[in-house]
């Protein structure tokens, strides 16, 4: 009878670990693929970002070139109406 309840408290043991391994292996398994998701939205979110801060330079960007050739035509205007004056004045004096 001892034999019995020892071959039967070996069997148990082993199945019990078998399903401990088993839900372990589900569980790390699991675990992996939600990892390998979490990875990719992280990914597509970066790209996401990228592309919008290269929107949004680009925009800067243009706004300075604009801004840029503002400040030149003004520097422009002023030097030709300064010439104008100088000119006026010497012409007159």
């Known amino acids: 009878m001892m034999c019995f309840l ?3 408290g070996t069997t148990l043991k082993q199945q019990l670990k078998d399903v401990a391994k088993y839900v372990v292996d589900a569980s790390v398994n699991d675990l992996r693929v939600n990892t390998t998701l979490c990875i990719d939205s992280i990914k597509v979110f970066l790209d996401t970002c990228k592309q919008e801060l290269t929107k949004v330079a680009d925009m800067h960007k243009q706004d300075i070139k604009e801004q840029t050739y503002k400040g030149k035509q003004d520097i422009k205007e002023q030097t030709d109406t300064d010439k104008h004056e100088i000119k006026e004045h010497t ?3």
Request: glycine fraction near 16%; charged fraction near 35%.
């Open 6 to 8: 020892k071959a039967v």
């Open 91 to 93: 012409d007159t004096g």
